[in-house]
């Protein structure tokens, strides 16, 4: 996993809730792998390749995407990339920090997002 590459699971709310979280990350870590689309999901799911970093944290600010229901995110990458990653969906909405986990290069963080 490079330093920059991020994966980011969500749950809870719907499709558009899950595209408004990853356009969310776009700011920071560029376009993702693809955006959730699948409306029947219940778990969706982006990977960021960091190969062209589009900024510095920060440029999504709070109130510009809306959530219609609670979304769970899990984001895993290398601590520089989770900490941005939670950094920017801290700006961007609601965000309830429910715990981390660390690995030996790795990192999981869990959010909760609320409207």
């Known amino acids: 996993m490079s330093g920059t590459q991020l994966t980011v699971t969500l749950s809870g709310g719907g499709a558009d809730d ?3 979280v990853v356009r ?15 409306e029947n999901a219940t ?5 960021f390749d960091g190969g062209t970093d ?3 944290a920060g440029s999504t600010e709070r109130g510009t995407e809306r959530l219609s229901a609670p979304v769970t995110v899990t984001v895993q990458g290398s601590p520089e990339a989770v900490r941005r990653a939670s950094d920017t969906l801290a700006r961007a909405f609601t965000a309830r920090d429910d715990g981390a986990a ?8 869990q959010l909760l997002l609320v409207p």
């Open 102 to 109: 660390s690995g030996d290069q790795e990192q999981e963080r």
């Open 54 to 56: 589009a900024g510095p």
């Open 24 to 38: 969310a990350l776009e700011g920071t870590f560029g376009a993702p792998d693809e955006l959730p689309a699948d």
């Open 43 to 47: 778990v969706h799911m982006a990977t």
């Open 18 to 20: 899950a595209r408004a």
